[in-house]
């Protein structure tokens, strides 16, 4: 990703960990991430991106997902997993980021 | 080809698959075909059975062996422990999703609507490190 578009962008990441760390490395990097802490997956549940007992012990852990929102928070891309060792290509991400 | 050939082949199929795969994790295209290592496999497993056919030997049936073991899981991880069950969701191409807000790492309040008018955004779900 270029830096224009790093800066026109803002990645939003939400997981269930507390992201410090995730969020100190972003820093480091001069990327333009934001981490943010669902810990008890409230908002993840509300999306309806819930891996029913899919974590170890049993417990939920998130369906993983990626969206890309247009400038008025309409959902222009989309890329659900049904097989969690499968993530979207950032390729495919960056092109639909491209087509804003 | 003989059958302690075979058998070797078959291992070095078995085994490359395994090195080759935790390798090229990051690489999206293999990454996001894990079939293909139940695949691999399922060849090695082929390439053992034809070593059996040809004699029976120790080799040729521990080849067999590892590589229908190794085709066993990781058929079971790929088509068992990995699948995420569809569940209904809120997200839809063209529509806006519910607003939310949640903590970033130094503590303050975001929410997605803050974005908008003002950037497009990726929003990413991951399952986080446990």
């Given at each position: 990703?270029?830096?224009?578009?790093?800066?026109?962008?803002?990645?939003?990441?939400?997981?269930?960990?507390?992201?410090?760390?995730?969020?100190?490395?972003?820093?480091?990097?001069?990327?333009?991430?934001?981490?943010?802490?669902?810990?008890?997956?409230?908002?993840?549940?509300?999306?309806?991106?819930?891996?029913?007992?899919?974590?170890?012990?049993?417990?939920?852990?998130?369906?993983?997902?990626?969206?890309?929102?247009?400038?008025?928070?309409?959902?222009?891309?989309?890329?659900?997993?049904?097989?969690?060792?499968?993530?979207?290509?950032?390729?495919?991400?960056?092109?639909?980021?491209?087509?804003? | 080809?003989?059958?302690?050939?075979?058998?070797?082949?078959?291992?070095?199929?078995?085994?490359?698959?395994?090195?080759?795969?935790?390798?090229?994790?990051?690489?999206?295209?293999?990454?996001?075909?894990?079939?293909?290592?139940?695949?691999?496999?399922?060849?090695?497993?082929?390439?053992?059975?034809?070593?059996?056919?040809?004699?029976?030997?120790?080799?040729?049936?521990?080849?067999?062996?590892?590589?229908?073991?190794?085709?066993?899981?990781?058929?079971?991880?790929?088509?068992?422990?990995?699948?995420?069950?569809?569940?209904?969701?809120?997200?839809?191409?063209?529509?806006?999703?519910?607003?939310f807000t949640l903590?970033?790492?130094?503590?303050?309040q975001v929410s997605?609507?803050?974005?908008?008018?003002?950037?497009?955004?990726?929003?990413?779900?991951?399952?986080?490190?446990?």
């Amino acid at each position: 990703m270029s830096e224009a578009e790093r800066a026109g962008v803002e990645v939003v990441a939400v997981s269930p960990d507390r992201n410090e760390q995730s969020q100190r490395l972003a820093n480091g990097l001069h990327v333009n991430y934001r981490f943010l802490a669902d810990p008890d997956l409230s908002v993840t549940r509300s999306y309806g991106l819930i891996h029913r007992r899919g974590g170890p012990g049993g417990v939920d852990v998130p369906r993983p997902a990626t969206v890309v929102l247009d400038r008025d928070g309409v959902v222009r891309w989309l890329s659900l997993s049904d097989n969690y060792q499968i993530r979207p290509d950032p390729g495919d991400v960056l092109r639909a980021v491209r087509t804003l | 080809m003989t059958s302690g050939r075979l058998a070797l082949l078959s291992v070095v199929i078995a085994v490359g698959t395994v090195v080759a795969y935790a390798l090229l994790l990051g690489v999206p295209s293999v990454r996001n075909h894990p079939e293909g290592y139940v695949a691999a496999f399922a060849i090695a497993a082929t390439v053992a059975g034809l070593a059996v056919a040809l004699r029976r030997r120790w080799y040729a049936w521990l080849a067999l062996g590892l590589s229908l073991l190794l085709f066993a899981g990781g058929a079971y991880i790929n088509f068992v422990l990995a699948r995420i069950p569809a569940e209904p969701t809120v997200l839809r191409v063209g529509e806006r999703p519910p607003d939310f807000t949640l903590t970033d790492a130094s503590g303050r309040q975001v929410s997605l609507a803050e974005y908008r008018g003002k950037k497009p955004v990726v929003l990413v779900f991951y399952r986080g490190y446990w």
